[in-house]
């Protein structure tokens, strides 16, 4: 029986540090849609500027997330071959992990092409979804 406050199942769970890390790059760059949306809409700039935070904040922590995915398909799925929903949520992922990255480097860079960025961030809210819904088959969620 493992001590309450015991550390190691927490660190050592099979795949338990992706299923934890994903939610929050979902949340700041689906949040950050929103408020980029809105800052457009209403013509705000401080609402732009917390959607900027928050699309940087997703970039940076869509690294780690994606990295726990492959390797708790190393390690806890023993690197089996990729197949049906696990290939198609590995190619959703790395297709998200791309459109973040593509989201934070274009709002980064230029803000001279909004409709670029808009449908770009359009195409990431989606591809999460999708890339979520089919996790959530693989980790049982949703069987």
């Known amino acids: 029986m493992t001590h309450l406050f015991d550390p190691r199942p927490v660190f050592l769970a099979r795949h338990a540090q992706h299923v934890v890390l994903v939610h929050f790059p979902i949340a ?7 408020f980029d ?9 401080r609402l732009a ?3 900027h935070v928050n699309l940087t904040a997703a970039a940076i922590c869509v ?4 990295l726990t995915g492959l390797l708790a398909w190393r390690f806890a799925l023993d690197g089996q071959r990729l197949h049906g ?3 198609y949520h590995m190619i959703m992922a790395s297709a998200t992990a791309i459109l973040i990255l593509a989201v934070w480097w274009v709002r980064s860079r230029t803000r001279l092409q909004p409709m670029v960025a808009i449908v770009i961030e359009l195409a990431g809210a989606l591809s999460i979804s999708l890339t979520a819904h089919l996790g959530g088959f693989l980790s049982g969620v949703n069987s």
């Not at 700041?28 to 929103?34: S, T």
């Not at 690294?63 to 994606?66: G, I, K, L, Q, R």
């Open 49 to 51: 500027t917390t959607a």
């Open 85 to 87: 929903l696990l290939l």
């Open 63 to 66: 690294v780690p997330a994606y």
């Open 37 to 45: 949306l809105v800052s457009r809409i209403k013509q705000d700039s």
């Open 28 to 34: 700041l760059f689906l949040i950050g849609v929103l």
